[in-house]
Structure formats: structure tokens, C-alpha cells
């Protein structure tokens, strides 16, 4: 009787858990999927108010990566807690994009004379599952490197309160951003195709400012590696130096957020 009781109560445990777990990975993948957005919003020069969750403006197959990525990004966290257990749950976390996208659908289907076919909707409706599915295999691959109690992605519970809502768009918009400046300098310079040396020598511009942007990548990913390995305590540092440390990456992450983002509208790139 006593062992029955204990397997339930182990079981209620287990399942709240995992409905904590859905809703966590729906943050998450929302928090990565904005990161897109806001790099979107930059690129296309589109005001805030055109960029709500439902619309992104003239951004067919960039809405589709950026929602694919965010359930891709969910369905890995899940994976690398739950295993393979969690390949349902992987499936479940992505129903509210769904909903939101069969709601357009329907919208759009009933007014096709206005809206066009939705095939953006159609597409979303079948790409944000598929997309969770593939991050929970890759999330369950990788499972057994994320083992630490208590934790998701190794960093404690705790610290999410505070990284989904100031830090994870950052870590995601800040390189992505750069990463597309690289692509982008290849259209602002007729000799990006030719040799490194004719380059340097007819375009010495343009080999300066991919080296400055590398310089900045490498610093970026500098920084928010060894943040991560501050909260995942690899580090043998105090708590106070700790505590600096991520602080002071954070700080650092923030003002370069503010300074390619928060000024958009004084930066013509």
C-alpha cells in the first residue's frame, strides 16, 4: 500500500515536472524565435508596430526559418532533459505556434480574394512541429552531457528567471546580426568574389570591416561562453567573483544589444 502511494505521488511529480518542462520550452523557443525577429526588424527596416507575433511584415521565408528555429530551440531543451520520453512533449510545446497559425489560416482561406492563399500559414502549421521533433532527437543525442540535477542545460532552474527575459534574445540576435553583416558586405562590394589579394588591394574596406566583424564575433561568443560556464559552475572562483563576472558579461551583452539595436532608427546599415 505504502509503495503504491509513493509511485503516485512519484508519477504526479514526474508529470508536473514535464508540463513545467512544455511551458518552459515554449519560452524559450518563443525568447529565440524574437532574437530572429529583432535582427528581421533591423534588416527589412520595419517599424515595431508592424512586427506584432502573428505579422512580420514582407518576411515569407524568414518568418518560417525564425518560428522553425524557436521550436527547433524548444524541442532541444526537452530532448536533453526528458530523452526520449520527451518526444511527445517535444510535439506538445509547439501547439500554441500551431494554433496561432491554423487561426491565420482560417482567416485567410475565408477572404482568399483579399489575402492571397496563405501558404505562410500552411507552412508553419506543419514546419513548427517537424522542426521540435528534430531538436528533440538532437536535445536526446546529446542528453547525456546535460545530467546535473535540477538544472536545464546544466545552468540552475533560478537563473532562467532572469536569462529568458534580459539575456537569451542577445545571445541570439547580437550573432545572427553579425553574422548577416558578413553576408550582407558581399553585396556592398562589387570584388567580394574575386581573390583575397585583388580584393585587398582594389577594396581594402571591405577586407577590414570582415575582420573587425569577425574580431567582434569571436569576442561575442568569447564572452557568452564563459558566462556559460560561469552558471553551469566549471569555474572554481568564489560566489561574489562569480556573481561579477556574470554581471559584468550581461552589462557587456546588453550595451552591444542597445548599440546595434536600440538605435536602429539613427543607423542606416
Avoid: C
Amino acid at each position: 500500500m505504502g509503495d503504491d502511494i509513493i509511485e503516485e505521488q512519484q508519477s504526479k511529480i514526474k508529470l508536473a515536472q514535464i508540463i513545467l518542462l512544455i511551458l518552459f520550452a515554449m519560452l524559450f523557443g518563443f525568447t529565440a524565435s524574437d532574437g530572429i525577429r529583432i535582427v528581421l526588424q533591423k534588416i527589412y527596416h520595419l517599424p515595431g508596430d508592424a512586427f506584432s507575433f502573428g505579422y512580420w511584415g514582407d518576411t515569407f521565408w524568414s518568418r518560417i526559418i525564425a518560428s522553425a528555429f524557436g521550436s527547433f530551440a524548444g524541442g532541444f531543451v526537452i530532448g536533453t532533459y526528458l530523452g526520449r520520453v520527451g518526444k511527445i512533449p517535444s510535439i506538445l510545446h509547439t501547439s500554441p505556434a500551431i494554433l496561432l497559425w491554423m487561426a491565420a489560416f482560417v482567416v485567410e482561406i475565408s477572404d482568399i480574394k483579399q489575402y492571397g492563399f496563405p501558404f505562410l500559414a500552411l507552412i508553419l502549421i506543419f514546419t513548427n512541429p517537424v522542426s521540435a521533433f528534430v531538436g528533440w532527437n538532437w536535445g536526446n543525442e546529446y542528453s547525456s552531457e546535460f545530467e546535473n540535477g535540477n538544472t536545464i542545460l546544466n545552468v540552475k532552474w533560478y537563473h532562467w528567471f532572469w536569462i529568458l527575459p534580459i539575456y537569451l534574445n542577445k545571445v541570439v540576435s547580437i550573432p545572427a546580426f553579425l553574422i548577416l553583416l558578413l553576408w550582407k558586405l558581399d553585396f556592398a562590394y562589387d570584388n567580394a568574389i574575386q581573390s583575397p589579394i585583388i580584393t585587398l588591394i582594389t577594396s581594402p574596406g571591405y577586407i577590414l570591416s570582415r575582420v573587425i566583424i569577425l574580431i567582434y564575433l569571436a569576442i561575442i561568443f568569447g564572452s557568452i561562453n564563459h558566462n556559460y560556464r560561469i552558471l553551469t559552475g566549471e569555474s572554481d572562483l568564489s560566489r561574489w567573483k562569480k556573481i561579477l563576472i556574470v554581471l559584468g558579461h550581461t552589462i557587456f551583452l546588453v550595451v552591444i544589444y542597445i548599440l546595434i539595436f536600440g538605435l536602429s532608427q539613427l543607423n542606416n546599415w
